[in-house]
């Protein structure tokens, strides 16, 4: 029974898509096959995707592993950060005014903004000249 999933869950930012599977366990994250350490090199990054654990309060209760695709690394953490407070969500309902006041059950919706004909990136424009 330790080994088996309790929820499975996904969540998205920016292009980035994660599956979260949610296991009774010692605390361990593993993304695409990887420890955590190894895929977020960066500890902010690594703060971002256990904020969830840390807000309720769970770190060294759950195992965790994540499938994840699609976008930067820093699209890839938010949405790792939103599919774990999903799983959390759904293992214990009553953490959920905890994780709604964290602002980690809305789904981050900036994008990138399209770029503009006539100019050199969506706001950016060419140099001005006079003469």
Known sequence: MANTP?????GRRK????????RHGTGKITVNGKPIEA?????????VVTEALRVTEREQQ??????????????QAGALR????????EFDP????????AGLLTRDSRRKE???YGLK??????QFTKR
Do not use: H, W
């Open 62 to 75: 759950f195992d965790i592993d994540a499938n994840i695709f699609g976008g930067g690394v820093s699209g």
């Open 15 to 22: 292009e980035a898509v994660a599956r979260a599977v949610l």
């Open 82 to 89: 939103m599919a774990i407070a999903r799983t959390l969500l």
């Open 39 to 47: 895929y977020f090199t960066t500890a902010a990054q690594r703060m």
């Open 114 to 116: 399209s770029k503009k």
């Open 6 to 10: 309790i929820t499975q869950t996904t």
């Open 121 to 126: 990136k969506a706001r950016k424009a060419p």
């Open 94 to 101: 009553e953490s959920r005014p905890v994780l709604k006041k």
